[in-house]
């Protein structure tokens, strides 16, 4: 089994400004896969980013960027200049080996004009 | 391309009352999951179809919740009888190969409200 713990519950940043959502994972699994997904005010839960566990390359893809570190077993996401359309409930989801997703309990990021 | 629907969207049902909870996953996924979310909680996966066979059901709470996927098209999940804490957003994924780094994409879930 995975844990998943999303320590900031809540954020509020200004328009424009960086703002980086923690997650830290416990796992026994050598090998997995992480995941992002944002729940916007319509409910569903929309696919953002994923990386697997032997790739630690930190990427950035638009405005979005993450930095995953294996020794800290953190996987970190970043949204570069913050829109108010990205307010919205983040969950970090490790992926075990039989598809299952464990989330986090989500950070709710509130983007102000 | 139509993605996963979820019908009904909110549902309120009296304790001891039966609630069936039906999901349309994107056409030609053959892998329907289905997770919950109970109020404050992490989202939980319930059980994983890989057509109409069950996969893994190992995330089910307890055998007042029945989910199948005749034909292997849409499921349904029924909570026969609900009890309160089983009020929550309950959300279905589907996949088109079960992969480890395949996505999977959500349904708008169903808000359900046991009094």
């Known amino acids: 089994a995975q844990k998943v713990t999303q320590a900031q519950t809540e954020i509020s940043v200004v328009e424009k400004e960086d703002v980086t959502l923690d997650c830290v994972y416990e796992?026994?699994?050598?090998?997995?896969?992480l995941f992002w997904y944002k729940q916007p005010p319509s409910g569903e839960l929309v696919f953002l980013i994923r990386?697997?566990?032997?790739?630690?390359q930190n990427e950035i893809s638009g405005r979005y960027s993450w930095n995953f570190q294996k020794s800290t077993s953190s996987f970190n996401f970043t949204i570069t200049a913050s829109q108010v359309v990205d307010s919205a409930v983040y969950f970090c989801a490790p992926r075990d080996n039989f598809n299952k997703f464990y989330f986090g309990s989500g950070t709710k990021l509130n983007v102000k004009p | 391309e139509a993605g996963v629907t979820q019908f009904p969207s909110h549902s309120v049902i009296e304790k001891g009352q039966t609630v069936t909870l039906r999901c349309d996953p994107i056409s030609g996924h053959d892998n329907l999951y289905w997770y919950r979310r109970v109020m404050g909680k992490e989202i939980k996966f319930l059980l994983h179809?890989?057509?109409?066979?069950?996969?893994?059901e190992s995330g089910m709470p307890n055998n007042r919740f029945l989910a199948e996927r005749t034909g292997g098209t849409y499921s349904t999940l029924k909570v026969q009888p609900a009890e309160l804490e089983d009020s929550g957003v309950y959300f279905c994924?589907?996949?088109?190969?079960?992969?480890?780094?395949?996505?999977?994409?959500f349904g708008p879930g169903t808000r359900l409200t046991v009094l």
């Open positions: 179809f890989v057509k109409e066979s069950k996969q893994d």
């Open positions: 796992t026994r699994d050598t090998t997995y896969y």
């Open positions: 990386r697997n566990s032997f790739d630690e």
């Open positions: 994924a589907s996949s088109q190969v079960a992969g480890n780094y395949n996505e999977q994409f």
